[in-house]
């Protein structure tokens, strides 16, 4: 690939525009190599170890990849065919012409967002116990949790034989006969919020994913779709590179 100048890289990554790369790599925030740069350094993509701040920065590949964020009902399996559903989430890409596959999974009677994309690499990244960016979900539970309710679903537990990560769990409202949690994940394993429920004896009535990091739902409605913009799809690749993929040492 070309070399091209650090600025460039930076606004092509989606991270800043170029007055700010320079500020910054005249602050000594940025290196390449393992060395600080400097005003002038062209890079090359594909070969040249960049970071910010000490992380990590890596150009999306910029093949015909589809990324898309999905608004998924209930009652929809995340699944690209199964003859055994009647509705799978991908009923709802009426004008999607490009084949692309669901990131994780959210099962049927959950709702919320979801991404699919055709791009393997972002996807294992995303799905990686150990990625870095958070997954934050609206739980409704049956009547008020207590105290020790609470303590239990944010205290370390073990779910199908693994020792899960620490969930950040707090109420974002009390009604008269239920109560929505907030619940912030760094992991997803298989159906998980509601095993941690059940274990905390809390009955759940609604599920629904709000976010991945600074992805949310917005105003999208219930069963609709919208295409990632360059940025949002540079941001997921920069706070998945934790994860490994195909994360190079610098």
Not at 42 to 66: Q, S
Not at 99 to 114: A, I, Q
Not at 212 to 224: A, E, F, N, S
């Amino acid at each position: 690939m070309e070399k091209i100048r650090l600025q460039k890289f930076f606004t092509d990554c989606g991270i800043m525009s170029r007055r700010k790369a320079e500020e910054e790599i005249k602050a000594g925030h940025v290196s390449v190599n393992g060395r600080p740069a400097v005003l002038g350094t062209k890079v090359d993509p594909a070969a040249d170890c960049v970071t910010y701040l000490g992380r990590r920065i890596v150009m999306p590949r910029k093949k015909d990849f589809v990324y898309i964020l999905l608004n998924k009902p209930r009652g929809y399996a995340t699944t690209t065919e199964d003859p055994h559903e009647k509705k799978c989430v991908m009923d709802l890409l009426t004008d999607v012409k490009t084949r692309v596959y669901p990131v994780g999974r959210l099962d049927k009677v959950s709702e919320g967002l979801l991404l699919l994309t055709n791009d393997g690499e972002l996807a294992n990244r995303l799905t990686h116990p150990k990625h870095e960016i958070p997954k934050i979900y609206r739980v409704k539970v049956s009547g008020h949790p207590s105290e020790e309710q609470m303590e239990t679903l944010t205290s370390p537990m073990e779910l199908d034989g693994y020792n899960i990560q620490p969930v950040q769990v707090e109420i974002h409202d009390l009604g008269d006969e239920d109560t929505t949690l907030t619940f912030t994940l760094y992991e997803g394993r298989n159906r998980q919020i509601r095993k941690m429920c059940e274990k905390a004896g809390l009955v759940v009535k609604r599920l629904n994913r709000v976010a991945i990091g600074r992805l949310k739902l917005g105003g999208l409605p219930v069963g609709h779709y919208r295409y990632l913009t360059p940025e949002e799809v540079a941001y997921l690749y920069q706070n998945s590179d934790a994860a490994g993929g195909r994360k190079r040492r610098c």
